[in-house]
C-alpha cells in the first residue's frame, strides 16, 4: 500500500520498521520537530527521525497540522492509508479525511479502557492483570474510533518500560495483520460507557509518599520506571526507586526498617531491588547500600 507513516517516540519504530520489512510504500514519515536536549540543548531528533532516515523514507516535521498548506501538501501525496503510532499531534478533519483508507491508529491499551496519553502507566497503576494493544480507525474523538483488533498481554510485575518495549512489537504484527486484510475486517465499535481516561504522567506524581500501601507503591515504582521514576530524598539527594518488592513487615512509614533498605509505608513495606543516584547508572540494592550508608531507623523523605 501507498502509506504515510506518522509517529514520534521509541514506541513507534517497530511499526515503522515493520511497515518497511513488508513492502509497504512509505510516502513520508511524519514526526515532530527535532527539540533541544541535554547539558548542550543540543538539536535531538526523534526516534522515527532516526529510523525512517536510515530507511531512506522522506521526513516531515511540521509544528502543526492545522495549516492549510501542511494539509495540503499531505493530502498531496495521495495515500491510500495513514498508519499512526504515538505521533503527539492532533489530526485535524482535513488530515483524518485525506487518505483513501483513513487512518489506522497503534494504541497501548485494551480501547475503550486508558484512552489517552500513558495507557501503559495508568494499567499498572489501576493494578489491571491484562492490558494490550488496539489497532483503530481514527475520529476526531480522543481514542474513540472503531476497533479492528485487539491483542491482549499479561502485565505481571512488569515495568511501564517493559511493557513499553513489548507492546510497540506486538502492536507493529498487529498492523502488519489489519492491512493485509483491511478490506475483510470488520470494525467494532467502541462502548463509550466502559471507557476510562489515561492522562499524561505529572512529574510531582513520582515522588513517594510513604504513608501509602506498600501495594500501591510496588505499583508506582513499576509503572514510573524508567521515567520519570519514583523518587524520594535521602540526606538532600534525591534517589529514583526502579524496582522494589512487597515485604510483610510494618513501622513508622519512611522508615528504615532492616540493613537490606526496607522501608516502612502506610501499610506494610517495600525492599528496593534496583535504585539509581543522580548522575549515575542504576543499580542493585546491594551496590546501592555499598555506597551510600543508610543506617537502620533513618527516616526517608
Known amino acids: 500500500m501507498r502509506i504515510v507513516f506518522m509517529g514520534t517516540p521509541a514506541f513507534a519504530v517497530p511499526t515503522l520498521q515493520a511497515l518497511h520489512a513488508a513492502g509497504h510504500q512509505l510516502l513520508a514519515a511524519y514526526t515532530q520537530p527535532p527539540r533541544r536536549a541535554g547539558r548542550g540543548k543540543a538539536e535531538r531528533r526523534s526516534p522515527v527521525h532516526e529510523a525512517a532516515e536510515a530507511r531512506g523514507i522522506a521526513v516531515r516535521h511540521p509544528v502543526t497540522l492545522r495549516d492549510l498548506e501542511e494539509q495540503a501538501a499531505f493530502a498531496a501525496l495521495e495515500a491510500e492509508v495513514a498508519v499512526v503510532a504515538a505521533y503527539g499531534l492532533i489530526l485535524p478533519r482535513p488530515v483524518l479525511e485525506a487518505t483513501a483508507r483513513g487512518c489506522l491508529n497503534v494504541h497501548a491499551s485494551l480501547l475503550p479502557r486508558w484512552r489517552g496519553a500513558a495507557p501503559i502507566q495508568r494499567a499498572i497503576l489501576a493494578g489491571d492483570p491484562v492490558t494490550g494493544v488496539t489497532i483503530m480507525r481514527m475520529e476526531q474523538g480522543l481514542d474513540t474510533g472503531p476497533m479492528l483488533a485487539r491483542v491482549r498481554l499479561q502485565v505481571e510485575e512488569k515495568t511501564s518500560g517493559e511493557l513499553h518495549a513489548e507492546l510497540a512489537v506486538m502492536g507493529a504484527q498487529a498492523m502488519i495483520e489489519v492491512l493485509a486484510d483491511l478490506d475483510g475486517l470488520r470494525a467494532e465499535e467502541q462502548e463509550d460507557r466502559e471507557a476510562t481516561h489515561a492522562p499524561k504522567i505529572d512529574k510531582a506524581e513520582a515522588r513517594i509518599d510513604w504513608a501509602k500501601p506498600a501495594e500501591l507503591l510496588e505499583r508506582e515504582v513499576r509503572a514510573f520506571a524508567p521515567f520519570p521514576g519514583s523518587w524520594f530524598e535521602l540526606d538532600g539527594e534525591r534517589i ?9 513487615v510494618n513501622g513508622a512509614p519512611g522508615t528504615v526498617l532492616d540493613a537490606e533498605l526496607t ?12 535504585l539509581q543516584r543522580a548522575g549515575r547508572p542504576a543499580m542493585r540494592a546491594a551496590e546501592f547500600l555499598r555506597g551510600m550508608s543508610v543506617p537502620v531507623g533513618a527516616v526517608l523523605r
Open 240 to 248: 529514583k526507586l526502579l524496582r522494589a518488592r512487597m515485604i510483610g
Open 263 to 274: 522501608i516502612a509505608c502506610g501499610n506494610a513495606a517495600l525492599r528496593p531491588v534496583e
